[in-house]
């Protein structure tokens, strides 16, 4: 869902940008959940309020189509979103790396493409445009043997 509406997606973290902001330095969007690195201002670290926020206007965007629960109904939550996302405080470059390379290799590791640059929706294009990161960085699944834990920086 979430790669069908990416227009939407987009406009929700423009926005909430503009009002709060942050610089965004990896991302990939997955078809249900994405991963993201973000830097706030010095002494702001507030990224519930962020998600919050992301999350709202994109769910205000769309058509109430999906499953709600009973749950869900009674505390007027759409079923888009998981209602808890994970946050890890980055420590330093070498950790910054880790993060980074494991976004972009998400959609690798999930099976939806072979290889990294193969994935529109990703700031691993980025990297490449700016000569951080070859485009053949990644390689195939076969390769993707220190992949196996979780360890975004934020995950929804």
């Known amino acids: 869902m979430l790669v069908e509406r990416i227009a939407h997606l987009r406009c929700a973290l423009r926005s909430v940008q503009r009002q709060h902001p942050f610089t965004l330095d990896a991302i990939v969007v997955l078809p249900h959940h994405l991963h993201a690195i973000w830097t706030l201002p010095s002494g702001d670290s507030d990224f519930s309020l962020r998600w919050r926020l992301i999350k709202s206007r994109f769910s205000h965007s769309q058509p109430c189509a999906e499953h709600i629960s009973l749950s869900r109904l009674q505390k007027r939550e759409r079923g888009i979103w998981q ?41 691993f294009h980025r990297y490449v445009r700016a000569g951080v990161l070859p485009a053949d960085w990644g390689g195939a699944l076969g390769h993707a043997s220190d992949w196996s834990g979780e360890r975004g920086a934020v995950r929804e």
Do not use: T
């Open 83 to 123: 209602r808890r996302f994970w946050e890890h405080a980055i420590r330093g470059e070498a950790d910054l790396r880790a993060h980074v390379d494991y976004i972009h290799f998400n959609p690798v590791k999930h099976g939806l493409v072979s290889r990294v640059s193969d994935w529109r929706w990703s700031s």
